[in-house]
């Protein structure tokens, strides 16, 4: 089946230093992702993408979808405490309101102050 | 708050058991979402209903079912319960093509 590789699979960083993220499919993607996940709450969309080469960019962060439409980054830079969490990819093949998102395995960042 | 809501937050329950999840999508959402989320699988898509009807079907168990009633509200019932069945349980919902979360019900099978 479909399946998405997140890497890295965990990181540990100091305040203020820049975090890259990625998630690599075997397939094409039409919507692309990102969300992040605090203990004991659901995830929480962070930034949404839609067209193979768009980059959008939310505050601090900054995600692009990859032109081969296989694979998509996510960049957070001058990291602080509370970007602490577990960042999930997620990827659609269908049209909207057709179906599952594939979920990447997560990326989990600790944030040293 | 993303605006959906699941009850209940928290349910422990024995092997063997029914017990029935419930989630109210965003207001305006046609579609619902079920995940499973434990701590060696990720998040697992189960099932998808659309207005009322089945739209997708993911990796979900027969034991498992879910529906989604005409004021939209959805409910995940899990039967012949496990001990690998404990996760965490999460509704989403959407209008589009973007999916948003709820808090989750976390189900302990003890």
């Known amino acids: 089946g479909q399946q998405l590789n997140q890497s890295p699979q965990s990181m540990f960083i100091q305040e203020g230093e820049d975090v890259s993220m990625n998630c690599t499919s075997s397939s094409i993607f039409n919507t692309w992702l990102w969300y992040k996940q605090e203990p004991g709450e659901g995830p929480v969309l962070l930034i949404a993408?839609?067209?193979?080469?768009e980059l959008t960019s939310n505050g601090r962060l900054t995600a692009q979808f990859g032109i081969t439409r296989k694979d998509s980054f996510l960049n957070i830079s001058a990291s602080i405490p509370s970007d602490v969490g577990i960042y999930f990819c997620?990827?659609?093949?269908?049209?909207?309101?057709?179906?599952?998102?594939?979920f990447g395995q997560g990326t989990t960042l600790q944030v040293k102050p | 708050d993303s605006g959906v809501t699941q009850t209940p937050k928290h349910l422990i329950t024995a092997t063997g058991q029914r017990v029935t999840l419930r989630c109210s999508p965003r207001s305006g959402d046609l579609s619902v979402y079920w995940y499973q989320q434990s701590l060696d699988q990720g998040l697992q898509f189960l099932i998808q209903y659309y207005n009322g009807e089945e739209r997708a079907k993911g990796n979900i168990l027969e034991r498992f079912s879910a529906q989604q009633f005409p004021d939209l509200h959805s409910e995940l019932n899990l039967s012949s319960l496990e001990l690998g069945d404990s996760a965490l349980y999460f509704c989403a919902s959407s209008i589009e093509d973007t999916q948003y979360f709820g808090p989750g019900t976390r189900l302990t099978v003890l």
């Open positions: 993408l839609y067209k193979a080469g």
């Open positions: 997620a990827g659609r093949t269908g049209s909207s309101n057709t179906g599952k998102l594939i």
